[in-house]
């Protein structure tokens, strides 16, 4: 099993494309995770560049695209309707795949299954891999109630980020193994943060407070990788994924960062690098 790790742009919003893509290679990322900001000039230099590293030193450098729409009052057709919109913006850009924020948490079932369709539609006929991202607010919020989703569609390809399943159920997962396990066979992508009962994201996940943790997600992270190695997956990929504010809590008053968000991700790579044994 070959596992590759791609770096977010989340947080690093501050950067050029340029300079974003070459930060990720000179840190020894295989390839970048990015939702597109709405600017036509970044994106047309982020695909510039992109070929220019492909051709030029790191041929299967990964591009993976993120579907991620702002929240806003509207039925579930404009919904379905901007969704496929940015989707089809994205299949353009022929990425080696989209991880879609797909659906709302309060959508009927059959309404969100409508949605799960099209944009399976959309992508397949680009031939484009296309991974639902677990996240609060979205069809996959609560593990419970995905498996009926994955019932009705069970080649579907999820993004593992387990931290939203521990917030929603306020619980750390104890209780919900069997659960848990049942999702295995469907993840295609993993989103390497600790959350635990109360947030998406613990302040640092190497303070020995938060040691629990730590080592419940990496058991988690083995385990999808193990099941997926036995089944004859050749490669896997993972993206250290600690977000800035407000997943990042601050210091009252001064607004302060309790720890540098960048540097989290390093370190996380730095320790599945050498901590996530591959059979």
């Known amino acids: 099993m070959n596992i590759q790790y791609t770096c977010t742009f989340w947080g690093r919003e501050h950067l050029s494309a340029s300079a974003f893509l070459n930060e990720a290679i000179s840190q020894g990322f295989a ?35 993120q579907q991620v729409l702002s929240n806003e009052k509207e039925t579930v057709a404009a919904y379905s309707e901007r969704l496929t919109n940015r989707l ?40 484009i891999p296309l991974w639902h991202e677990i996240h609060r607010g979205r069809f ?21 980020d387990f931290s939203h399943f521990c917030v929603v159920s306020e619980s750390d997962l104890s209780d919900q193994q069997e659960l848990l396990t049942r999702i295995y066979p469907n993840i295609q992508h993993i989103h390497a943060r600790v959350g635990f009962e109360q947030s998406p994201q613990v302040n640092h996940p190497f303070a020995p407070e938060w040691k ?42 001064s607004q302060a960062p309790l720890a540098d968000q960048h540097a989290l991700n ?14």
């Open 88 to 127: 089809n913006l994205l299949v353009g850009l022929n990425p080696n795949a989209i991880n879609s924020h797909t659906g709302k948490d309060f959508f009927e079932f059959e309404e969100n299954c409508a949605i799960i369709e099209k944009a399976e539609q959309v992508t397949a006929a680009a031939g």
């Open 31 to 65: 390839g970048v995770e990015i939702n597109f900001p709405d600017d036509k000039q970044f994106v047309d230099e982020f695909m510039s560049e992109l070929e220019r590293i492909r051709k030029t030193s790191h041929p299967d450098f990964i591009f993976i695209a």
């Open 140 to 160: 996959s919020f609560h593990l419970k109630t995905l498996l009926a989703y994955l019932a009705a569609f069970p080649q579907m390809k999820l993004v593992a």
């Open 266 to 279: 390093l370190q996380m790579k730095q320790y599945l690098e050498q901590n996530l044994l591959v059979k």
């Open 212 to 253: 629990k943790y730590l080592n419940q997600y990496t058991t988690w992270w083995k385990e999808i990788i193990d099941f997926h190695a036995q089944k004859g997956a050749t490669h896997l990929t993972i993206t250290p994924e600690f977000g800035p504010y407000p997943y990042l809590p601050q210091a009252p008053f």
